[in-house]
Structure formats: C-alpha cells, structure tokens
Nanobody
Framework: QVQLVESGGGLVQGGGSLRLSCAASGGPFSRYVMGWFRQAPGKEREFVAAVAWSAVSTYYADSVKGRFTISRDNAKNTLYLQMNSLKSEDTAVYYC?????????????????WGQGTQVTVSS
C-alpha cells in the first residue's frame, strides 16, 4: 500500500511560482508511474502532468505545457511539480497519484493511489 503526502500549496499572485512536492512511502516508488491532477470547485478532476519510471518521459496537459514541469527523485521517493507563470484558472486542489504500471495514462481512474491534496490559489 502506497501512501502519498502532498505539500507546497498556498496563495500566490498571478504570474508567480510554486513548487509542489509529493512524498511517497510504503511501496516501490521507482516502479510507479506518477502523476499530478487537479480539481477546481464544481469541476471534475483533471490531468495535469505525468512522469514515467525513468523520469525521462514526461506528459502534460495542453493548459500547463510550457509553464509546469514535473520531475521525480527516485532516491528520495519524491515527486515534484514546478509551476511558473501561474494564472487564476490554475486555482484548484492538486493531487499526487501513483499508477502501478509501466504505461503512462492520463485518466484519473487509471491511478491506484492518491494523496489528500494541497490547495493552490492564484489571485488575479
């Protein structure tokens, strides 16, 4: 059973930056596809970014491409999301998720483990 704990959320002005972290425990972190998702009030949970085992292959939603960077440190069992040029529409609860597979998918139902989420609020 994998436990995921996100941190790093907060309130930031538009155009600013935040770095989210997700600490994993209880499983072979390096063997999981890892992803970030977000959910705004009244909206469905949506894909933000994902990274394969090797950390070489990364995938992004079009809405964040060029502004967000996903990375992982397998030695530290930690996943990161660097968010730059933040916009008000990035306001949401951000979730870290793990998928017990080598295949990267972008739908929430494809992920097996979830963190509790961290709030990101971007003021305009």
């Amino acid at each position: 059973q994998v436990q995921l704990v996100e941190s790093g959320g907060g309130l930031v002005q538009g155009g600013g930056s935040l770095r989210l972290s997700c600490a994993a425990s209880g499983g072979p972190f390096s063997r999981y596809v890892m992803g970030w998702f977000r959910q705004a009030p009244g909206k469905e949970r949506e894909f933000v970014a994902a990274v394969a085992w090797s950390a070489v292959s990364t995938y992004y939603a079009d809405s964040v491409k060029g502004r967000f960077t996903i990375s992982r440190d397998n030695a530290k069992n930690t996943l990161y999301l660097q968010m730059n040029s933040l916009k008000s529409e990035d306001t949401a609860v951000y979730y870290c998720a793990a998928r017990n597979s080598a295949v990267v998918l972008t739908t929430p139902i494809s992920y097996d483990y979830w963190g509790q989420g961290t709030q990101v609020t971007v003021s305009s």
